[in-house]
């Protein structure tokens, strides 16, 4: 697949010989093979030989249908070769939009997790506290927290406030529900055990409950992440001067759609790199279950 594709590109491009693009593909390569020796199984290596190929095979189908059969409007579809150029050029301003972003999505979700977290426990741990607030949580948690941006937008003194309390709102109820949840059916038998050890309330929640807890609101966590995410690209579509949201509205706004296949591709990259990174973290906290 990778030799189609090396074949293809040349004398394909408008530009010249297509050195991004070969070395893109290149680099595909290398990094499956890396992954491929690490990998700690059959199923793992045969999973990252079927990744590579796929990647192979979009490129291969978009070089194809850009650069040389011009069945794609080229405005709307530029080829591979100039979205790389395009896209090398344009990265350190993806960069700083990218800061930007990570501001308010680190501040907004920080302090969700940091009120859920515990009032999640207490209000799991308390049978007659979780009965009262469920219904209340069953209606607050299904409000798609969009309907309220514009509104905290003209109510709030600034784009960066709004957009932190709009994040944080979407992210507290998937955490605080899980977490709730996650407490509210922790085994009897643990509990009874701590008792039995005379636990104090604290060090029952923090030693007993909250481990036992821990796979619900790491649900819980990974779904309000990936949900702030959407909430952020969204505010920063309707009112923002920075960031990948924003970046990928502004130049639409301008017909520039070769920077706005740029500005995806590089939202795509970030949101793979995030759900990585939690997915490898969630697999450190839950090491015990292996």
């Known amino acids: 697949m990778a030799g189609l594709l090396l074949a293809s590109a040349w004398p394909g491009s408008e530009e010249g010989f297509p050195l991004y693009l070969v070395l893109f593909a290149v680099g595909v390569g290398v990094v499956a093979l890396a992954r491929w020796r690490l990998a700690g199984s059959d199923v793992a290596r045969q999973s990252v030989c079927d990744v590579a190929a796929i990647l192979y095979a979009i490129l291969l189908a978009w070089q194809l249908a850009t650069a040389h059969f011009a069945a794609l409007d080229p405005m709307l579809f530029p080829p591979p070769e100039l979205t790389l150029r395009l896209f090398v050029k344009e990265l350190p301003d993806l960069l700083y939009c990218l800061r930007s972003s990570l501001i308010l999505l680190v501040s907004g ?9 515990p009032l999640g426990l207490y209000v799991g741990w308390h049978t007659r506290l979780h009965h009262a607030v469920s219904p209340f949580t069953k209606i607050l948690g299904t409000i798609p927290p969009v309907v309220f941006i514009p509104y905290i937008v003209h109510v709030l003194p600034s784009f960066k406030s709004a957009s932190i309390v709009v994040i944080f709102i979407g992210a507290f109820w998937p955490i605080f529900i899980n977490t ?4 509210f059916n922790v085994p009897k038998g643990l509990i009874d055990s701590g008792r039995v050890l005379n636990l104090s309330t604290r060090k029952m929640l923090l030693r007993v409950v909250l481990p036992a807890a821990l796979p619900s609101i790491c649900t819980g966590a990974s779904l309000a992440l990936g949900f702030s995410f959407l909430l952020l690209t969204a505010a920063e579509v309707i009112g923002a001067n920075s960031g990948i949201g924003w970046y990928v509205h502004y130049f639409s706004d301008f017909a520039d759609y070769h920077r706005v296949v740029v ?22 906290l839950l090491r015990w279950r292996s």
Request: aromatic residues 6%; hydrophobic residues 65%.
């Open 109 to 117: 979700f920080g302090a969700a997790l940091a009120l859920s977290l």
């Open 180 to 183: 709730v949840a996650g407490v």
């Open 263 to 284: 500005g995806i591709i590089f939202i795509g990259i970030v949101v793979v790199a995030i759900t990585l990174a939690t997915e490898r973290l969630e697999r450190h």
